[in-house]
Structures are given as structure tokens and as C-alpha cells.
């Protein structure tokens, strides 16, 4: 491991300062940085240390509605907030999928998201409820879509210097839902195969009005699965229909095989869980269309 | 003549044994003070790193180490020209095959030529282990790459590139004069199969594949070794055998035995993967060289990617016939074992195993030994066991079905009963199979029905048989001046036989458990004994310390009669003390007796156990479980472990011996298994992708416990720890195919291969 | 290069010289001598190195020793009070729940912060919570037996 400069800001400003020095590294909860650093698949010269930056680690509700998410909070700390299991269920518990206990509670939604691994399993359930980044540089602050943050496998779009502060989730909508499920051969400590994340919103005539499908592990970045939101959109919820968008979502993956699975059979789990957690929303709904 | 312990009255009620005891070693290790290798820093100790191949086949034409000397913070580097070349054949003792150091020279130290991903070359001692790391950087090796064969059908292919040229095919008649990578061919048979294959009423074959797996042992290899101005050298290991570790490093190193001591420590999981040395001979050498401590800790992308022994792989074929009756009319099995780099072990012990629960007048067992270029595979628990039974009880759970029958009453129908003839020929001894299926019949996990679920669920029967080894074990017994027994005992605790066999010489003293203290001596302090290993430590152990108990009493009992003044044999003993037994004898404790003769010189028993009857281990599992169809997902629901464990000496320990090893099971049986690219490197290198069951991924394992005592061992103890693996992998599968009506024919079944079976 | 860490370990102020590459694992072991918390895996996926810090359980191996100061960091060492065992260590010893014992200080980790967070754990939520520690021996029954009577005892 080579040697490297720790640097701890207390604010943004400071942290956004300390990051623009070459080859500088953030540290949110370092469960994917110091690893990668022992093992030499990354260098840094400079860690860039987040978690006393307050603004980093806040979890707050904002006036429209929506919460204000610190990239640096925890898993842990993101599962257990009233707000968020109130609004977003699925946040929550896409957090708590993250590695054990041990890792969610260091672990944050930040360090999911600019790690940009394919599997990151924090990241549908913000795509599919209109998560966006709020990122500081030295040019100021600018906010994206969370759904454009990724370049890549281990990229994201932002520029060297650049640090994502927080993540905005807006207002949940009336009548919307919201899941993320993945696969994987064991219960926790693993790796998703494939993942779908799901959001439904219901129109006053009970068909769907509107719908997101996001997916991970099957692309070099999580992807939306349009023809699958295409067919949704305008359907009444039923078994067979989610089963269509399934299949449509498995068409839209782009994966590739490797050893956690060969390519068909994640095409193969992104139809299976897609029609599951279409059918978790409206569960969580209480409309019909959950029963397989 | 008068003897002492407790089984001078045969009938005698046990009061120590059998009972669920704490560990003796139970609060260090729940505090956290238990000392294994890693935890030592002994003043100015340095640290070591290997450097490894990167390529599956190459030969060596040149290492140049310079670069790596001249880096600031270096003290020593290594490659194979540091040690003395060992010719093949170079064997040292070590069971009833012994152990060739040729091979153990090249996995420690390749020479030459690398013949996988991961095989040291070299080593470094530094200041720290960023220096060592850095040093490895500066090592050039100039490799001339070959073509790399990667499973047993490559490695057996015409014109395959050949491993070793010292390797002509063993039983095979003639003997091949060219080498090849097949090491040797096995035949175990009687009558005629074929025939009675052709005539059988129904008949069922299994081919299946099983993948590498590891043992897993959460405490990487480590070692610790200095050596003092004298030359003599002190290695701190987690190792299964002290005695072993103790001749490999000695024959590695050319140094003689006398000048070397090995310290077991507390092993952090070893189930066979800790017999052999990984590192402690390097460590020796750096140690001499740097004339400095040195320590050597594996990480853990080491222990998976060729750093250490993982499990054969294999490829097994079993054909089944019945007649009429329901009876077994033959056996054809066909066992290819995946030995990795360097050549393995005979396949007979596997071929006979998987066979031996079955009485069946025509067997052909014929069995191969293959080298390919992946690591050199070690012993993990039962080795061989799991893999064969997924293919044998696969086969027969198959005839059931094309007879119609149960598969319990099948088993009953066919069962080896004590006498009846072992697929080697001999009868066997003593054996509680029938009284373990009695007990499934009437247990609740067999009879109960499924209740149902989302998904279709399944019930699987299946046996395991494991012969285990008994080889040689010694201890000694100090009485203390308290007149408490001290025990050294020589084979390693790995199962936790610290506790048992102090619970044994408790046994024999009439003392608690509290009042004896036991330790595990090293190398230098205690006689020759075998590794732990074979299922044969509580065996042999319980055999040795019986002795050494009896021996101490019998020395007691002399200084007993001369202080009570009368006859040695007019003296009873009991409870930790010696009475006349004339009516109104006098009494005298052993503390009474050692404080009064403590300057008459040491009493000492000693106690060594060799060639001791088997203890033949015996299991039957059955297994629920509910398949997920649409993602291949398998969840064990319920899992139920019924063993003959001879005499439970504590049924605590017996218990955690079989629920771990039943976990191990469903972990190779699930999810546990070596997927390698086609470069020959391993591409689930970690904890995370080579998945190991979890809290979740597994029922509480539930334990029956049969006691059919072994003759002529003392308190007929059987082998427990290695037979619970061997069944699982088949009572999972059983349990697919009764729920979906198919057959798994790869292991692991991970839910990939489960969905593409299911989808044909 | 060296740096001096101020921080809490089991309640003890501690400053301590360590290389800025140390893990806290590193540290604890190394630098202070505390070794009852174990190196497994080396990243995360094993639990053998779990400690508490702030009260939270986190693997060691995945914190920098440089993100130490100020925080407080409770070992396997600290459990015990005053030679008195915690109902934890003392129900794993009854219950046979610990076999070659390299997983059990991260096990009893864990297994404290549950109770002190949820004192009476179903079976399920036990075994979520010991979900990040791997056990190779003893199949995880009597672990999860013994969390489970820890919690009634304390019950009591």
C-alpha cells in the first residue's frame, strides 16, 4: 500500500479545496476505499476524509416534502430515518442491503453512488424516485439526476475536484410505490446477480400513470429499462402485465457474464425480479396484482 | 492384581464422560486471549511476503533478486536454490502412505517450474510488510509460459501438456513408459458387475461433476520462526500436526530434527487444510538469514488463489443395479479425482467409502488420480467423501424411484450389518447402521409431511460412511503437588479433544473435570504423535491417556501402600483417593499422597496408542428443502443429522463437531466452489464471491446421536468430525429431485445451475 | 510515515505512534497489543476484526487507523468487566458456542451490540445480526442458541 497524505475538512468548501490537489481520493465510510487501496486497485495520494464535514452526514426533511440525504451518512443511519422509511421505504431498505451489519453502519449512499460499481444496490430506488445530486466544485454547486451521475463501471461524471454533498429525494407522489429487490446466492454478505428497482404511480382510474425500472448488475452502470416502463405505463396492474414488463426490462439489460452468473441468467432473474417487485408496489398499494 | 480407572469396573456409571461439559478452553477464547500464531510479536521480528506465479504452467529460466536486496528495509530474499533439492520420493512418515517432501518442497518453494497461479518463488524478509510488498515488485522471474490444462478431461486428453515427466501411470499394467498426468489407477472389485448389471431388474446411473472447494478455516496460514545462537530454531504455527510440520521443515530445510522445535498454537480452522506446510520452512530460512524473528501472515486472496490446499475436484460416474427384490445386485463406479499441480492421494479410500454402507455381492470400483494446473489439493474433512456420495446416494435415491420403493426401506433392505463383507474384502467390524435408520423411521423429520410452501419443496435421504485413520497418538500425565493430574498430550486440538480427554483422564482419576489441567506439547515436550486428522484424535487420545492414567495410578498406588502399610492390592481407589480395604481403612488423598512423597521423585504416566481398531464413522441425513423455479434459489428448511459416534464423550462437542460439518456441506453443496478462468486464475478469490453459508443461509442443524460402541477401543469411541460432511451435497440433490423431479448433476448447486436444469 | 492517534479504547485513553497506511485493525493489534480482535479476510467480508466504535459495530480492517481520534472503540478485551464475564461470553461457553474460536470475538461483537440495541432478538433478527461474521465450525446453532439465552438471562 503506497503512502498518502489524510486530510480531514470540517466544511465543503474546505473538503471541495483538499480534493482539487491531484490524484485525492473522498472518504465516506472507506468500505470500498481501503480495501481497493490495500489490494493496489486504486492509489490516492490524498484521502480526503468527509465525515466531519456536518453537511456530509445531515438527514433532513425539506420544506417541499421531500429529504435532503448527506452523501457521507451512513446505511445504518439512512434505514433508521423516520422520514425516509415514512416516504421512502424502499431507500431504506436498499440500504440495509448493503453488505452486513458491519459495513452498513460505516457505509454510505455517497460512497454507493461514486464507487459507480454496476451492483450498487443503493442506487435503483434513488433513480426510480427521482433522486438528484446536489455536487460541489470549485465552480460552486450544480445538482444532476442521480440517473446521470454514472460513466461507467468505477466512473461517475464528475469532474476532478467535484464532491456530491447530498442526495434530494422530492416529494413522494400520491399513489406511487416504490421496490428494489436483487438477487444473490446468499441471504446477506453478497453481491447482486441482477437487481430491479421499480416505481409505480397510480392514476385516479387505477391504471398505472406512471413507471420507472431501473436496474443493476446488468450493464456497465445502472440502466432504465424504457420498453418495460413503456408497457407499464397506461395498464392496469395485473400479473401478466408485470410479467411483460419483466421480459421487456430482460430485453433492455445489457449484461455481460461473469462469475457471479452468465449473462442469460441475469436477463433471466431481471424478468423474475421485475414482475416481483412490480408486484411488492402494489402490496404496498393495497391494489390487486401482487398475487403471483 | 488390582487395576485402577474407571473401567476396572466394566459397568461402572460414567461421571465425567458423556456429560455436556464446557470447553476447558472456553473462556480464553471468549475473551479473546487465546494465542494463535498471528498474535505474536516477539522482539524484533521482521516480516515476510511471497512472491507468487501469476502463470497456471511455466517453467523458471531465471530469477534475479538483486533489485529486491538492494531495496532500503530488506534483510533477506529466498528462492528455491536456498534449499536443498529433494529428489521425488523423498518420503517422511506420516500414516500408513507417508508424506513425499518432493511435493511438499515444490508447494512451499517452486523449483524450476510452476504448475499453478499462486506458487511461490521467492521470498522476502523486510522491516515492515509495505517493504516486503515493494521488494516482491523488484523480483524478476523470467518465465517461459506452456500451455496450462485446467480440468481432468484436458489433462487426460492425447497430446496434453504433461505436468511432471516423472509421472508414469501407477497400476496400470505394463507400466507406461511415457509420463502423462494421470498418477495412478485404482481397481477395487468383486464378482462380476457386468453381468449382473445386464440381468438386474432396475438400474440407475449418476455422472456428475463436482467443483474445488476450500475448507475455509477463517485464520489464514501463519507462522512465526526465530532462530537462537545456537542455530536452533522455534516455529509458532497453526498447524493440525507439530510432529509433521516438525520433519517437512527439518527435510526442507536439510536441518536435523534436534535443532528444531514446533509450537502448536491454537489453530483457527484447519479440517485438513493445515497438515501440510505452507510457509514455515520459508520462514526458518529467512529467519537464519536475517538472523531476526520473521513472520509470515497469508491474506487471504493467498489461502483461496493457490497459496494453500483446497479440496479435489472430480468427476464421478456411478451405475446401480437391483433385482426384483429390491436388492442390490451391483455397483460400476468410475472415480477421476482432480489432484491440482502436484500429484494426490489414491482415490481408494473415496472409492471404498461411497460403496461401504451397501451389501452387494458384484462391485468395480475403478478410481484415477489426475494432475491438472491448479493448486495442489489438500485433505479437507472426509477428503473424497462428499463428492463420491453425491454421485453414489444420487444413484441409489435414482433406483428407488425406478423401483418404486422408499428409499428408507431401500437402505434398510440393502444395509452393511456388522460382519458384512467391506467393499476391501474384510468384515466389517461393529456398526450402527440399521440401528440409525430405526431411528429415522421414527423420527419426526421423516415422518412428518412436507407442509407446503410458495414454491415446490422436497424430502432427501442420504448415507455417509468414513473409515478415519488411527495411526499414533501419545501423552503423559505429571501428578502435580496438589495431586492433580497435568496432562500433556501430543496430537493438536483442533475438535476441541483438549476438553474430551481431560473429561477422559478425569474419567479414569475419579476426579472433576476442573481438577485436571491439560495442554498440547510441542514438538519437543511430549512423544511422537501423529496430526489431527482422520477422525482419530479422541480415539487414539482416549486410548493413550487411559494408559498414562493407569500407569500414574499405579505409581500412586505403590507410594499409597507403603504410607497406609499394607498391600498394593488391598487398596481401593476412588474419588481421588486411595483406601485400605479392610473395614475401618485408612484413607490418604492424592494431595495427602503427593504432598508426603513429593521429594521420592516425579510420578509420571505415560501412554501411547498405535494401531488402534478403527472407529468407523456412520451417518444419515435428511434434508427439506423448497426450490425456487424461477430463480433456481434452494433453501435448506430443516436438516437432521443422525450419526453413531461409538460413546458420546461430550455430547456438547459431538454436536458442534456434526452441525459444523453438516454446514460445511451445504456450503459445497449450495454455493461453495472454485470457479476458474481459463488463464488457470481463480476469479472468486475472496470471501465475498467464494460464499460460505452464513447465519442465514441455514437451519439450525438438528443432531441424533446412536451409540454403538467400538470393541477393544477404550470406551468404544468412534470418529465424529469427518462423516457429517459426506452426505449433504447428496440429501440436498435428493431433496431437488423429489421436489422437481430433477436431477442435479454439478456441484455446488448454485441457483444458476439449479434454474438451468429445472429449464432443461 | 508516522502519526500519533488519540484515541478511546475500552475506555481507556490511548495515544498511540502508527504508520498512516494502519488500519484500525492494524493499530489495535500491532500497535496496542489488543490481538483478541482477528484479520480473516482483510476486507470486509468475514467479521473476524468487528469492534465497536461509538457503540456501532464495524470491521476494523475497513477503517483507517487515521480515522480514530475522538472515537471510541470498544474490543473484545473490554467485554469482560473486572474478571466478571458478560452474560454473552458467559452463555457462549454453556452452550458450546465456540469451537476453534477465531470467529468468536467478532461474533460477541456483534452479538453485544444487538442486545444493547434490542434485549429480547427473535432467532431471525439474531441471525441477521451475526449475518457479517462468518463461523466455519460450528454451523452458527449454538451461537445463535447461546445470543439468544444471553438475552433471556439479561431478561431476567
Not at chain 1, 432504465?224 to 433492455?252: H, I, M, Q, T, Y
Not at chain 1, 442469460?264 to 412490480?278: E, G, I, P, Q, S
Not at chain 2, 448415507?463 to 497435568?486: F, V
Request: charged share 20%; glycine share 12%.
Amino acid at each position: 500500500m503506497q503512502e498518502f497524505v489524510y486530510e480531514r475538512p470540517g466544511t465543503v468548501a474546505e473538503a471541495v479545496a483538499a480534493l482539487r490537489a491531484g490524484d485525492a481520493r473522498a472518504l465516506a465510510g472507506g468500505t470500498d476505499l481501503v480495501p481497493q487501496l490495500r489490494e493496489g486497485r486504486r492509489t490516492a495520494g490524498r484521502v480526503v476524509d468527509l465525515k466531519h464535514v456536518p453537511e456530509l452526514t445531515a438527514i433532513a426533511a425539506l420544506p417541499d416534502g421531500g429529504v435532503s440525504i448527506g452523501a457521507a451518512a451512513t446505511a445504518t443511519a439512512v434505514a433508521r430515518h423516520a422520514e425516509i422509511a415514512r416516504r421512502y421505504p424502499a431507500i431504506g431498505l436498499s440500504a440495509q442491503l448493503i453488505g452486513g451489519v458491519q459495513v452498513q453502519n460505516r457505509a454510505s449512499l455517497g460512497g454507493n453512488i461514486c464507487n459507480a460499481a454496476p451492483s450498487a444496490d443503493g442506487v435503483p430506488a434513488l433513480i426510480c424516485l427521482g433522486a438528484r445530486a446536489v455536487v460541489a466544485g470549485p465552480e460552486g454547486r450544480r445538482e444532476m439526476a442521480v440517473e446521470e451521475m454514472f460513466a461507467g463501471p468505477g466512473r461517475t461524471c464528475l469532474a476532478a475536484g467535484e464532491l456530491l454533498v447530498a442526495i434530494r429525494l422530492p416529494a413522494a407522489e400520491a399513489g406511487s410505490a416504490a421496490c428494489y429487490l436483487r438477487f444473490t446466492p446468499r441471504r446477506e454478505m453478497d453481491i447482486a446477480v441482477a437487481g430491479s428497482g421499480v416505481w409505480l404511480r397510480l392514476g385516479g382510474d387505477g391504471a398505472i400513470a406512471d413507471a420507472r425500472v431501473v436496474l443493476a448488475s446488468v450493464a456497465p452502470t445502472p440502466i432504465r429499462a424504457p420498453s418495460a416502463e413503456r408497457k407499464l405505463v397506461g395498464g392496469r396492474p395485473a400479473r401478466a402485465l408485470f410479467e411483460e414488463a419483466g421480459r421487456l426490462a430482460a430485453n433492455d439489460a445489457r449484461p455481460i457474464s461473469d462469475t457471479r452468473g452468465s449473462a442469460d441468467y441475469r436477463r433471466t432473474l431481471v424478468a423474475v425480479l421485475t414482475a416481483r417487485a412490480l408486484a411488492d408496489c402494489c402490496r404496498q398499494l393495497e391494489v390487486e396484482g401482487a398475487d403471483r | 492384581m488390582a487395576t485402577d480407572g474407571a473401567q476396572a469396573g466394566a459397568a461402572a456409571p460414567l461421571k465425567v464422560l458423556g456429560r455436556r461439559l464446557a470447553r476447558v478452553d472456553a473462556r480464553e477464547r471468549v475473551t479473546g486471549e487465546a494465542r494463535y500464531p498471528a498474535d505474536l510479536a516477539l522482539p524484533g521480528m521482521v516480516h515476510a511476503r511471497m512472491l507468487r506465479s501469476p502463470h497456471a504452467h511455466a517453467r523458471i529460466r531465471r530469477i534475479d533478486t538483486t533489485r529486491a536486496e538492494a531495496l532500503k528495509g530488506v534483510l533477506a530474499v529466498v528462492t528455491a536454490a536456498d534449499f536443498p533439492e529433494l529428489p521425488v520420493g523423498t518420503m517422511i512418515p506420516m500414516g500408513e502412505t507417508g508424506y513425499d517432501m518432493w511435493m511438499v518442497a515444490e508447494l512451499n518453494m517452486a523449483r524450476r517450474k510452476v504448475c499453478w497461479v499462486g506458487q511461490p518463488v521467492a521470498a522476502v524478509a523486510a522491516v515492515d510488510v509495505h517493504v516486503a510488498e515493494a521488494a516482491l515488485a523488484l523480483i524478476e522471474v523470467d518465465y517461459d509460459l506452456l500451455p496450462a490444462v485446467l480440468d481432468i478431461e484436458a489433462a487426460l486428453a492425447d497430446g496434453a501438456p504433461v505436468l511432471h515427466e516423472h509421472v508414469l501411470t501407477k497400476g496400470v499394467e505394463p507400466r507406461p513408459k511415457t509420463p502423462s498426468n494421470l498418477c495412478s489407477r485404482t481397481v477395487i472389485g468383486r464378482g462380476d458387475t457386468q453381468a449382473a448389471l445386464g440381468q438386474a431388474r432396475a438400474k440407475a446411473r449418476a455422472s456428475v461433476r463436482i467443483d474445488t472447494a476450500h475448507q475455509g478455516y477463517l485464520e489464514p496460514q501463519v507462522v512465526v520462526a526465530e532462530v537462537d545462537a545456537n542455530g536452533f530454531a522455534t516455529v509458532w504455527a497453526s498447524t493440525q500436526g507439530q510432529f509433521t510440520a516438525e520433519l517437512m521443515i527439518a527435510s526442507m530445510l536439510g536441518l536435523p530434527a534436534s535443532k528444531l522445535k514446533v509450537v502448536p498454537l491454537e489453530v483457527g480452522g484447519g479440517f485438513g487444510g493445515k497438515i501440510a506446510i505452507h510457509g514455515e520452512a520459508v520462514a526458518v530460512r529467512l529467519a537464519q538469514r536475517c538472523r531476526r524473528p520473521v513472520k509470515i501472515v497469508l491474506s487471504r486472496d493467498e489461502v483461496l488463489q493457490g497459496g494453500s490446499g483446497p479440496a479435489a475436484a472430480a468427476m464421478i460416474d456411478i451405475e446401480v443395479g437391483a433385482g426384483e427384490d429390491g436388492r442390490l445386485v451391483a455397483i460400476d463406479g468410475t472415480y477421476r479425482m482432480d489432484a491440482g499441480g502436484l500429484p494426490g492421494l489414491s482415490p481408494s479410500l473415496v472409492m471404498q467409502a461411497s460403496a461401504a454402507l451397501y451389501q452387494c455381492p458384484n462391485l468395480n470400483l475403478v478410481g484415477y488420480d489426475v494432475v491438472t494446473n491448479k493448486p495442489r489439493t489438500e485433505a479437507y474433512r472426509g477428503p473424497g467423501g462428499i463428492q463420491a456420495a453425491f454421485a453414489m446416494e444420487q444413484a441409489m435415491d435414482m433406483l428407488c424411484e425406478r423401483l418404486g420403493m422408499d428409499p428408507l426401506e431401500f437402505r434398510k433392505r440393502n444395509a452393511s450389518v456388522t460382519g458384512s463383507t467391506m467393499p476391501i474384502g474384510t468384515p466389517f467390524p461393529s456398526i450402527g447402521l440399521t440401528t440409525i435408520l430405526d431411528r429415522v423411521a421414527e423420527h419426526s423429520c421423516w415422518r412428518d409431511p412436507l407442509v407446503k410452501g410458495n414454491f415446490p419443496r422436497g424430502r432427501g435421504l442420504a448415507l455417509g460412511y468414513w473409515r478415519g485413520t488411527s495411526m499414533t497418538s501419545a501423552g503423559h500425565i505429571t501428578i502435580a503437588g496438589d495431586g492433580r493430574p497435568m496432562v500433556t498430550m501430543g496430537p493438536v486440538d483442533i475438535s476441541g479433544t483438549r476438553t474430551t480427554m481431560a473429561q477422559v483422564v478425569a474419567e479414569e482419576f475419579g476426579l472433576a473435570l476442573e481438577d485436571v489441567h491439560i495442554h498440547t506439547g510441542d514438538s519437543k515436550s511430549v512423544g511422537y504423535s501423529d496430526g489431527a486428522a482422520g477422525s482419530r484424535v479422541a480415539r487414539t487420545a482416549t486410548a493413550a491417556l487411559v494408559e498414562a492414567s493407569r500407569d500414574a495410578l499405579s505409581q500412586l498406588r505403590k507410594r499409597a501402600a507403603e504410607k497406609l502399610q499394607c498391600a498394593a492390592d488391598q487398596l481401593d481407589y476412588a474419588g481421588g483417593a486411595f483406601r485400605a480395604r479392610q473395614a475401618g481403612g485408612a484413607a490418604i488423598s492424592l494431595k495427602e499422597l503427593m504432598a508426603a512423597t513429593l521429594t521420592d521423585g516425579a510420578v509420571i504416566g505415560r501412554g501411547v496408542s498405535t494401531k488402534l481398531p478403527l472407529g468407523v464413522e456412520i451417518g444419515a441425513h435428511v434434508c427439506d428443502v423448497e426450490v425456487d423455479t424461477e430463480t433456481g434459489l434452494v433453501t435448506v428448511l430443516r436438516y437432521t443429522a443422525f450419526q453413531d459416534v461409538g460413546l458420546a464423550l461430550n455430547p456438547a462437542a459431538v454436536e458442534g463437531q456434526i452441525e459444523g460439518s453438516v454446514v460445511q456441506g451445504l456450503g459445497w453443496a449450495l454455493s461453495e466452489g472454485f470457479d476458474y478462468g481459463p488463464d488457470g486464475r481463480l476469479r472468486n478469490a475472496s470471501l465475498l464471491d467464494y460464499r460460505m453459508p452464513t447465519a442465514l443461509d441455514v437451519p439450525k442443524i438438528e443432531c441424533v446421536i446412536v451409540e454403538t460402541p467400538v470393541p477393544n477401543v477404550p470406551y468404544g469411541v468412534r470418529g465424529v468430525g469427518e462423516v457429517p460432511i459426506v452426505p449433504p451435497g447428496a440429501a440436498v440433490a435428493n431433496a431437488i429431485a423429489r421436489a422437481t423431479g430433477v436431477r442435479m448433476t454439478r456441484m455446488p448447486m448454485t441457483p444458476e445451475r439449479v434454474l438451468a436444469a429445472l429449464q432443461g | 510515515m508516522k502519526t500519533l492517534i488519540d484515541c478511546t479504547v475500552n475506555g481507556e485513553e490511548r495515544s498511540v505512534l502508527a504508520d498512516t497506511r494502519d488500519t484500525l485493525l492494524d493499530l489495535l493489534r500491532d500497535r496496542l497489543g489488543l490481538t483478541g480482535t482477528k484479520e480473516g479476510c482483510g476486507n470486509g467480508n468475514c467479521g473476524t476484526c468487528t469492534v465497536l466504535m461509538d457503540g456501532a459495530p464495524v470491521n476494523a480492517c475497513l477503517v483507517l487507523a487515521l480515522e480514530a481520534p475522538g472515537r471510541d472503540i470498544a474490543t473484545i478485551e473490554g467485554l469482560a468487566q473486572g474478571g466478571e464475564l458478560d452474560p454473552l461470553q458467559q452463555a457462549l461457553v454453556e452452550h458450546n458456542g465456540t469451537q476453534c474460536g477465531f470467529c468468536t470475538p467478532g461474533i460477541l461483537i456483534s452479538a453485544k451490540a444487538l442486545l444493547d440495541e434490542n434485549p429480547r432478538p427473535t432467532e431471525a433478527q439474531i441471525r441477521h445480526a451475526i449475518a457479517g461474521n462468518l463461523c466455519r465450525c460450528t454451523g452458527y446453532g449454538k451461537i445463535v442458541e447461546a445470543i439468544a439465552a444471553a438475552a433471556a438471562a439479561r431478561g431476567r
